[in-house]
Nanobody, 117 residues
């Protein structure tokens, strides 16, 4: 059974940093393309960053240079380091494999990130 548990969100001032974690079970993070997604109020969920099974990282343009995705294979966990946060980064952040995301399956509860101006 696939379970994805996100943590690390919180309230931070603009310019601050947060590190999100996604503990995975039922899916092997280093064998899958794993992504961090976010959904702001009134908006659709969007892909923010992805790390491929070959360890290639991709980012949406709005977070490039500020966010870093990584994973710990031994812990089967994916991370998102977020620096220089902006109010427009405020959203609920989720992780998922891209295959399950496309099927709209196995979303976790997400972790709320709120950036105050």
């Amino acid at each position: 059974q696939v379970q994805l548990v996100e943590s690390g969100g919180g309230l931070v001032q603009a310019g601050g940093s947060l590190r999100l974690s996604c503990a995975a079970s039922g899916v092997i993070v280093w064998l899958n393309n794993m992504g961090w997604y976010r959904q702001a109020p009134g908006k659709q969920r969007e892909l923010v960053a992805m790390i491929t099974s070959s360890d290639h990282a991709q980012y949406t343009e709005s977070v490039m240079g500020r966010f870093t995705i990584s994973r710990d294979n031994a812990k089967n966990t994916v991370y998102l380091q977020m620096n220089s946060l902006k109010p427009e980064d405020t959203a609920v952040y989720y992780c998922n494999s891209n295959i399950y995301a496309l099927r709209n399956q196995h979303w976790g509860q997400g972790t709320q990130v709120t950036v105050s101006s």
